[in-house]
Nanobody
Framework: VQLQASGGGLVQAGESLRLSCAAS????????MGWFRQAPGKEREFVAA???????SYPNPVKGRFTISRDNAKNTVYLQMNNLKPEDTAVYYC????????????????WGQGTQVTVSS
């Protein structure tokens, strides 16, 4: 599966962005999907995941602010980000796995190219 992330940009603290990740292929609905981010000088960080059955999971730093969803008819997964903070600034990547959903990026087989999110204070 090929992934194409989009929707990043420059926003002020407190504003919102919605990222999209379009997937190729006819088996998108079978994949568990995740979003990760990486800020300069920092390790890649798990942001959100959604299973093929639409069960979602989030780490504490984004819980209550970010929402992951999927539209299997459009082969697309979304990340709605509300109340953005400067510490959310990073390149955001979508990823797909046919295996179990985990917080480790090493368990995801397919990755998009990343989209930059910059939040100014």
């Amino acid at each position: 599966v090929q992934l194409q992330a989009s929707g990043g940009g420059l926003v002020q603290a407190g504003e919102s962005l919605r990222l999209s990740c379009a997937a190729s292929g006819r088996t998108f609905s079978r994949y568990n999907m995740g979003w990760f981010r990486q800020a300069p000088g920092k390790e890649r960080e798990f942001v959100a995941a959604i299973t093929s059955g639409s069960i979602t999971s989030y780490p504490n730093p984004v819980k209550g602010r970010f929402t992951i969803s999927r539209d299997n008819a459009k082969n697309t997964v979304y990340l709605q980000m509300n109340n953005l903070k400067p510490e959310d600034t990073a390149v955001y990547y979508c990823a797909a796995t046919i295996g179990l959903v985990t917080t480790s990026g090493s368990n995801y087989q397919y990755w998009g190219q990343g989209t930059q999110v910059t939040v100014s204070s």
